[in-house]
């Protein structure tokens, strides 16, 4: 069973998996060019065989016609937001283009009856798959995007100091790793150290994201660290809890924002290497 997005969504692809027996889901244009079955050859027949059918109404004409029968399904964690109820139809067909592998599919459109969202179509090359199941896989791919974005963005996933395709092979599955226990770390820390919800002028949210599970840890960690009053100290005057905990939570933020401003600039630094070497040659060569 494959999952992908819309830059999968290719006949010679869709083709090849067919053929290896592979199960795969994806999204599909609503002006895709879908025709029915290629009817039995007659005997006698000379010539090719028809590879379709008569080509039945677009999608897009499905979506207009007042007389298309919905179904409304409860999809469950739809995209971060808990179930999400929607609307859906489908029916299979083949879609074909010109010097292209023709490709059975099952498709699914489906809209939101709060317009919450534009409308959509998956496909399925599966034909046997019932509809809701194939909404259900689709939407269970958000989650591992946004692992995957988190990652990138905060354990630097992407910029690994190694030239070794075997390190970078071990390294990527121990940051993937990193994620799950950071997460961990996070879900199990007691009500003294609940986690706290960052928020700005322009965006606010309801529930944590992973730079609060990052930083959540982290404060934990500190504070039996570098937080701890010294014993040696008599007559030392504390800072006012309310202001240390606000320190200590802006600290392990920065730090998260520290690592991502380093890679920008070591970026930047990269290109401007190049850039210069190139005009150092272009000015040799002339």
């Known amino acids: 069973?494959?999952?992908?997005?819309s830059g999968f969504s290719a006949l010679e692809f869709l083709a090849a998996l067919f053929r290896q027996e592979v199960t795969c889901v994806t999204r599909l244009r609503l002006d895709a060019a879908l025709y029915q079955p290629a009817p039995p050859r007659r005997p006698g027949a000379v010539g090719q065989p028809p590879t379709k059918g008569a080509r039945p109404p677009t999608l897009t004409e499905v979506l207009a016609d007042q007389t298309?029968?919905?179904?409304?399904?409860?999809?469950?964690?739809?995209?971060?937001?808990?179930?999400?109820?929607?609307?859906?139809?489908s029916d299979t067909a083949v879609w074909r283009h010109a010097g292209m592998p023709v490709v059975p599919i099952r498709w699914v459109l489906l809209r939101n009856p709060c317009r919450r969202f534009d409308p959509q179509a998956l496909l399925c090359t599966d034909l046997a798959q019932e509809p809701l199941p194939i909404v259900r896989w689709f939407v269970q791919r958000w989650q591992r995007e946004v692992t995957f974005r988190e990652v990138r963005d905060h354990l630097v996933v992407e910029?690994?100091?190694?030239?070794?395709?075997?390190?970078?092979?071990?390294t990527t599955p121990c940051l993937l790793g990193l994620f799950s226990v950071v997460a961990l770390l996070a879900s199990c820390l007691n009500s003294r150290a609940q986690l706290r919800v960052s928020a700005s002028a322009w965006y606010h949210k309801q529930r944590p994201t992973f730079a609060d599970s990052l930083?959540?840890?982290?404060?934990?960690?500190?504070?039996?660290?570098g937080f701890a009053p010294s014993r040696h100290a008599l007559d030392a005057t504390e800072l006012p809890p309310a202001i240390r905990e606000g320190i200590a939570y802006a600290l392990c933020?920065?730090?998260?924002m520290a690592k991502l401003e380093l890679?920008?600039?070591?970026?930047?630094q990269s290109r401007f290497v190049k850039t210069l070497a190139a005009s150092r040659h272009s000015s040799r060569s002339r």
């Open 253 to 256: 933020h920065a730090a998260s």
């Open 1 to 5: 069973m494959l999952v992908t997005d």
């Open 215 to 225: 930083a959540a840890p982290r404060r934990e960690i500190w504070s039996e660290q």
């Open 159 to 170: 910029t690994q100091r190694q030239w070794s395709d075997k390190a970078i092979a071990r």
């Open 68 to 89: 298309t029968g919905w179904q409304r399904v409860t999809v469950p964690g739809g995209y971060g937001e808990g179930d999400r109820v929607v609307e859906i139809c």
């Open 263 to 268: 890679r920008l600039i070591t970026q930047l």
